[in-house]
DNA sequence: TGACATTTCAAACGCCTGTTTGAAACTGGC
DNA sequence: GCCAGTTTCAAACAGGCGTTTGAAATGTCA
């Protein structure tokens, strides 16, 4: 591997502090959210000096603009827009693949998985990057399934309709990772596995299909 | 009146500044959460010196602790279990009253209206109440939800479905407040008006009322 | 009015935060 | 081997936080 051989060199001498500093933050940015996320924490982490951050980033702030430009990318390449799905798929294979994604990227614990986390974390606890994360991170997957949800109401749908049923999807999936503690302490047995995830994504996926449909039909009348 | 007659003098001389802080403290609380609430900003809400805060409540977790005591009462007081509904109203009914109440809780911006905003913030940042906040805030409204969905599903669903479909009810109300800077973003023309809360009641119940008839055809077949 | 208890107040405390400093250590090219 | 440029480091900085202090002000009752 031509990587495994120039890396090291480059690695251990000029960028390796940038290299760690990038994914420590992206670690404790996610776990804690923005403000709660500390310098120390951060470097500590990475194996650096407190003033690392500083001198490489400038401050706390630019270094967390960084770390969401480069989570955007991430996310691109882990998940990309057609979910892997055959060209010619259902809305109704649409709306499971957007779900079951949503969550997959929510809940990945992998090492370069931070994307969902941060977006979320955004959500609830905006910061001044809001703005880039709307349009960057938001608004792209708001685009997709407002595609998918559009076809599922059928043509008689209006735009309200359409946003309504589309945040209605994306909320409960939200809702896992924001109040997690809270239905840990609810329900003792929801240890989010890989498997409870799936069947997480399977019953909001059936749910909002049935309520979709539901509305369709009404609406039909 | 005879509180009129009485409190004045009470008020202006010894449990006003009790009071006072605890009117401010639930605000501030409700506003910014727990953690980015200060202690000084609170006194100064309340014209009250910042070592009122010690002097009558001990520190700041102890303030937070008892502003959480009084809003239970408070919210059994404004929005009572039954909803004011008939004695015999249908599942239907009592989910749809189920959900404007729930919204209307967490949008209430009255002056004594902040029961709603501090469950919420407390799932999504909690603190070391938590566990109070579970038992005696949010574990009623589940249980009340709980008989809701089950009625509605009818006798062969299991409990995990109930749960599920539960969940999906309440995270689309919650939703629009955790990530309110969001949609807000997205979507410039919601204000949050009252009309706006009660179409988003709509919606929702009916949404809700569709998933869940279609999970219940489902499971018949 | 006088004596006692309660409440308020400005000021300071110790702690943690993000950030800065200037010297030390290291790097790569001559 | 040396020296300019880059990177690291321990230490300190200013500012905000929750909390404490002891004196001053206020209220209560004989």
Redesign the interface.
Known sequence: MISQLLEPKVDTTQVATHRKLLAAAAEVFAEVGF??ATVRQICERAGANIAAVNYHFGDKDALYAEVLKRAYAQALQKYPPDFGLPARATPEQRLRAFVRAFLLRIFDDGPHSHHGKLMAR?????TGA??GV?RHG??PQ?DTLHDIVRELLGKGAGEKQI???S??V???A???H??R???A???PDMKFTAKQIEE?AE??T??????????A??ARK
Chains 1, 2 share one sequence.
């Open positions: 403000r709660a955004e959500m609830i606890e905006p809001l703005d709307v938001i608004r708001a946003r309504l049923c945040m209605s994306v909320s409960q939200l809702f896992y924001h109040c503690p809270v239905v302490r609810m329900f997480l019953h909001i059936r749910f909002s299909l049935a309520a979709i449909r539901g509305y039909a009404a």
